[in-house]
């Protein structure tokens, strides 16, 4: 049975959820880190995608299996409609801009969906409109648009095509925030849910790559690809058993900024380990994204919107 509490959660329970949230934004962004260490030495994103999410959810089935749980027609659609929109079209768009953009800007596109989901869960009626949170969130959009242009400004060698083709990570991500909050499947856990996920985005991603000819398996790929997609797998795993996790103990909106987590973590991770270079501007409209999200949550400061579900 699903419980909706709204209202003030003790300060464990709040600072349980935020820990979830960061861990899971620094999961996020290494994981976009790695992808960039493979894509860069030639493999294919689609392929790197392919292994990444088959290794994981092959161990959170291998985790999963003492909890019983049956396929049914539901849980089938469910594993479908969380695969396209939480893995497999965010996670191979971003693979492929994370060569061409950089790690840190590829980031940057996993801190929009608060916005796109606020405005999805409120025509829902899953939201309540807030004048202070459609003001925070519009200043963080236009923020971000911002970002974009002065990336593509510094940048003249990425066509703009793959900053617009990047606009498609937030959408999806945000149709998929409200669904899987909406759809749960009553009395199933987080770790079969995130395991069914992961092997129907691998399906996905497989017969993607199968009918554009990139191949899955090549002795051209570097020596060292196999220990990537094992390092990577067991991320990928962690990053998602956390991710369902917090979105089973809080609501879309809330679990959506997990993106604005990643993405300031991205840009870290992009200069101190890629060596990235981003302009003032650029770390000014982080800045902006920041205020405008915490003008968003202005009304969430005295209690933090917690959902919980059976398990």
């Known amino acids: 049975m699903r419980t909706s509490l709204i209202g003030s959660p003790s300060e464990s329970t709040k600072g349980h959820v935020v820990g979830l949230l960061v861990v899971n934004g620094f999961l996020i962004a290494t994981m976009l880190a790695f992808a960039k260490v493979a894509t860069s030495q030639g493999i294919p994103a689609i392929t790197y995608a392919f292994w990444q999410v088959l290794i994981a959810g092959t161990i959170l089935l291998l985790f999963s299996l003492k909890d019983q749980v049956k396929p049914k027609r539901q849980l089938i659609v469910y594993f479908t409609v ?177 993106g604005t987590v990643a993405a300031i973590f991205g840009l870290l991770l992009g200069v101190f380990w890629f060596g990235e270079n981003y302009s003032v501007s650029i770390w000014a409209g982080v800045l902006v994204v920041v205020v405008g999200l915490r003008i968003a949550n202005r009304s969430n400061t005295r209690g933090l919107a917690v959902t919980t579900r059976a398990s």
């Open 82 to 258: 969380s695969a396209l929109t939480g893995v497999a079209i965010p996670n191979a768009i971003a693979f492929m801009m994370v060569t061409r953009a950089g790690a840190g800007f590829t980031g940057i596109m996993y801190a929009l969906p608060p916005i796109f989901t606020f405005a999805l869960a409120t025509l829902l009626g899953i939201e309540r409109f807030l004048w202070f949170k459609t003001i925070g969130l519009f200043i963080a959009l236009f923020a971000c648009i911002w970002i974009v242009l002065q990336r593509y400004s510094d940048s003249t060698e990425v066509s703009i095509l793959w900053y617009v083709l990047g606009m498609v990570i937030p959408v999806m991500l945000s149709i998929g925030n409200v669904y899987r909050s909406i759809a749960w499947p009553k009395g199933v856990k987080s770790t079969p849910l995130a395991a069914g996920t992961l092997l129907v985005a691998a399906m996905l991603l497989g017969a993607y790559a199968f009918s554009s000819g990139s191949a899955l398996i090549s002795p051209a790929y570097p020596s060292n690809i196999v220990l990537l997609f094992l390092v990577q797998g067991f991320l990928t795993a962690l990053t998602y058993l956390v991710s369902f996790e917090l979105q089973r103990r809080s609501n879309p909106v809330f679990y959506s900024q997990l």
